[in-house]
Nanobody, 129 residues
Framework: QAQLVESGGGLVQAGGSLRLSCAAS????????MSWFRQAPGKERELVSAIRWSASTTYYADDVKGRFTTFRDNAKSTLYLQMTDLKPEDTAIYYC??????????????????????WGQGTQVTVSS
C-alpha cells in the first residue's frame, strides 16, 4: 500500500532551521521521483524540491536554493528536507509527494502537483518574524 507520512514541522523564528521527514512504504520509496511541495493560504501548491531515485540529481525552487537541502536515507526509506535560514514567507503546509515514473533527462522533473501519484497528509511550518 502506497504511503507517505510527513513529520518535523513546527513553529520557528526567522533565521532558524527545521528538518522535515517523509517516511515511505517500500513500494512508494521506489518511485522515480520524490518531491516536497508547499502550499500557503490562498496560494497554489508549489514545488520546493525534488530528487530522482536513479541518478540522485536534485531540483530546487529559486527562492529556496542555498537554504534548503533534500536527501534520502535508503536504509530507512525516508526522504528529508533540511531547511535553514527560514523566512516568514516559507510559512506553509509542506507535502511529500512521489511520481511513479517520469521521462526526460535526469535533470527534468514534474513541476505540477497533478503529475504526482502519491501524497502525504502534510505538515505545518510556521516561521515568525
Amino acid at each position: 500500500q502506497a504511503q507517505l507520512v510527513e513529520s518535523g514541522g513546527g513553529l520557528v523564528q526567522a533565521g532558524g532551521s527545521l528538518r522535515l521527514s517523509c517516511a515511505a512504504s517500500a513500494s512508494t520509496y521506489a518511485s522515480a521521483i520524490m518531491s516536497w511541495f508547499r502550499q500557503a493560504p490562498g496560494k497554489e501548491r508549489e514545488l520546493v524540491s525534488a530528487i530522482r531515485w536513479s541518478a540522485s540529481t536534485t531540483y530546487y525552487a529559486d527562492d529556496v536554493k542555498g537554504r534548503f537541502t533534500t536527501f534520502r536515507d535508503n536504509a530507512k526509506s525516508t526522504l528529508y528536507l533540511q531547511m535553514t535560514d527560514l523566512k516568514p514567507e516559507d510559512t506553509a503546509i509542506y507535502y511529500c509527494a512521489a511520481a511513479r515514473s517520469y521521462g526526460g533527462s535526469v535533470f527534468d522533473y514534474p513541476m505540477r502537483w497533478n503529475e504526482y501519484h502519491y501524497w502525504g497528509q502534510g505538515t505545518q511550518v510556521t516561521v515568525s518574524s
